[in-house]
């Protein structure tokens, strides 16, 4: 998405550094010819080179050295050694060592960044069901349309991104179908709204995909909404922007609010019409017996909370271990031609 205001943060070799338009900038330059502009004294202060007073820096301040310098992994916190952690040891291009090698790095340190063994193993399960299930449409359609070409790559949402441990479980499956099938492109979209995070995350799925693969066999959209905008804004932006209206598959989010937080993540896709015949939601939380859980599932009962009655849910639940589950649940819409 493009920033909204004109003030924009770049991320230099791990520094933010302002980045002014030319406007602002020309007008600052420009300030002396407008009358009223730098003042002899400020302008002697500006050109100084010798050290400010008010630095919170003393002299002997020595800046932390990258770990590429030979610095601590853990200097710039667990977010940035994860990463390169990650960069560091894996091939680019090898997604499947990437997934695993932070879902490890993350339970040897207790960070919540990777999956466990169960999950990352329903995750799996559950791409490749996404990826049976439209080959066989995309077949279906074929052999009703012989004359017209069918482009039918895979389209998943990632909510709470996080670093990119759910999205890194995504691309094994997504990079073995387009390999198996000429012309096909996956759109996977990641959305996180902690900056740190997400630019983590376009880096961490970047190194996994290679350039051989990414935009090319995977396009991967890291999604960074501001603090106020809304999931159905987003999924606005998606669907205006991004030529990018319904999804094959979506991932909710785990955020402070658990299972009531996916439940209202649910009600957006559904007011969105992001949700097509056949999506496939896969919701991670507390587990069965749990009342957030067992309200979860009651509004999947009741059609996601879509008075309508154009949606149904066919749901169950996956024990994960450590009281937690899953909950993967296929959209049926009654009545639309999708």
Request: aromatic fraction near 4%; charge should be negative; glycine fraction near 12%.
């Amino acid at each position: 998405m493009a920033p909204s205001c004109s003030l924009r943060v770049a991320l230099l070799g791990g520094l933010a550094a302002l980045a002014l338009p030319g406007a602002a900038l020309a007008a600052l330059v420009g300030k002396g010819r407008q009358g009223g502009g730098v003042e002899g004294g400020e302008m002697k202060t500006l050109l100084d080179s010798s050290s400010d007073p008010r630095d919170p820096h003393d002299e002997d301040f020595e800046p932390r050295l990258g770990v590429d310098e030979g610095g601590d992994l853990w200097a710039f916190g667990k977010t940035h050694a994860a990463l390169h952690h990650v960069i560091g040891n894996v091939p680019s291009g090898n997604a499947t060592a990437a997934a695993d090698l932070l879902d490890a790095f993350s339970a040897m340190h207790s960070l919540s960044f990777g999956l466990t063994d169960p999950s990352a193993q329903l995750l799996d399960s559950v791409v490749r069901q996404a990826l049976d299930a439209e080959a066989q449409e995309a077949q279906r359609l074929a052999a009703a349309t012989p004359d017209v070409h069918v482009y039918r790559g895979l389209r998943v949402l990632v909510l709470g991104a996080g670093l990119g441990g759910r999205t890194l479980r995504c691309l094994p499956p997504l990079l073995e179908m387009a390999a198996q099938t000429e012309d096909m492109a996956h759109d996977v979209v990641s959305v996180e709204y902690d900056s740190d995070l997400s630019f983590s995350n376009l880096q961490l799925v970047s190194h996994a995909l290679g350039e051989e693969n990414e935009g090319r066999v995977v396009r991967h959209l890291p999604m960074m909404p501001g603090d106020e905008t809304t999931l159905d804004e987003s999924l606005e932006s998606l669907r205006d922007n991004y030529d990018l209206p319904t999804f094959h598959m979506v991932l909710l989010g785990e955020n402070d609010l658990g299972r009531v937080g996916q439940q209202q993540q649910l009600m957006s896709l559904l007011r969105s019409g992001a949700l097509r015949d056949g999506t496939i939601i896969h919701a991670e939380g507390s587990m069965a017996g749990n009342p957030e859980t067992d309200r979860y599932l009651d509004t999947l009962g009741k059609g996601g909370g879509d008075r309508s009655g154009k949606h149904k849910f066919e749901s169950h639940v996956t024990d994960l271990g450590g009281g937690r589950a899953a909950v993967v649940s296929k959209v049926r819409r009654r009545g639309d031609e999708l």
